[in-house]
């Protein structure tokens, strides 16, 4: 049986780190689960609980998303669960709910909404239903971690930068989410303790997809992850949006929009 980093007692107010040893090796940072059940508890809304300024703003650019015939209506729904502001610096959050990256440190950006929005859409249409564990490579503030664990049973997010990593756990230590992991790593290792994986998910974009991925993915599962293409057109690569998708008979392999992400490294740092 595969060791999986478990799930604390329910009901603590702060996250506390434990050590998960995976089969790589490598150790790695999990919190705690907030609450009972995955997402908001019932009653508590924290976008509503940000002012009135915040649930305008918020509703704006749902508003946008739901015209969007590539986003999923659950992913929308998700979102607006989701105070965005709360994962950038005070200073931007009156740009939070643009659609529109933004800063978070160490050269590291918060992917624009409506990206976040396309990706988790191809997740649920591309991945098995009901999802059950996913891997996100990216960590990053914590946000696109947090409205995936409005959509799955159980979330994997994996950081190599640790002021990143501590900066996703303080932003999330006040959502009540229980579902979510977030794991100091290297992302291009994958997380073998909690695979395999219905869908990974990946917030930085490399040339190859890395094969800890695939070995990592579920049969029927698939890879979502911005990826360096050639159009053969003679013009120089660019990263576009690459689906693979795993059965027992192979990967398919599927290219949608051109993207732009951060580079996909190894390492911690």
């Known amino acids: 049986m595969k060791e999986r980093p478990s799930f604390p007692a329910t009901g603590a107010i702060a996250p506390r780190a434990q050590t998960v040893r995976a ?7 999990t919190t705690s689960p907030l609450v009972q059940k995955p997402g908001p508890q019932q009653g508590y809304s924290p976008i509503q609980a940000a002012g009135e300024w915040a649930v305008a703003h918020q509703r704006r650019l749902m508003d946008r998303l739901q015209a969007d015939p590539h986003v999923d209506p659950r992913v929308v729904q998700a979102m607006g669960r989701i105070p965005r502001h709360q994962f950038v610096d005070s200073a931007l959050a009156a740009q939070a709910y643009e659609d529109t990256s933004l800063p978070i440190g160490l050269g590291q950006t918060i992917s624009k909404p409506s990206i976040v929005a396309r990706m988790l ?6 991945g098995p239903q009901p999802l059950g564990r996913v891997l996100e490579i990216g960590s990053g503030c914590g946000y ?3 409205v995936m664990s409005q959509l799955a049973k159980e979330v994997y997010s994996i950081e190599r930068l640790k002021q990143l990593h501590e900066k996703a756990r303080s932003n999330v230590r006040t959502l009540l989410v229980r579902n979510l992991h977030l794991i100091l790593g290297d992302g291009m290792l994958g997380f073998p303790s909690g695979a395999p994986y219905d869908v990974i998910v990946s917030a930085a974009g ?5 094969d800890a991925w695939l070995a990592q993915l579920a049969v029927g599962g698939c890879i979502i992850a911005p990826t360096v293409v050639n159009d053969g057109s003679g013009r120089a690569p660019s990263q576009a949006l690459v689906v693979l998708e795993k059965s027992l008979s192979g ?3 599927s290219v949608f929009e051109p993207v732009q992400f951060v580079p996909l490294k190894s390492g911690v740092a």
């Open 206 to 210: 490399g040339d190859l997809i890395p």
């Open 23 to 29: 089969k790589s090796g490598v150790k790695s940072t």
């Open 144 to 146: 696109q971690a947090t």
């Open 251 to 253: 990967v398919k392999k």
């Open 121 to 126: 859409s191809l997740m649920l249409t591309k």
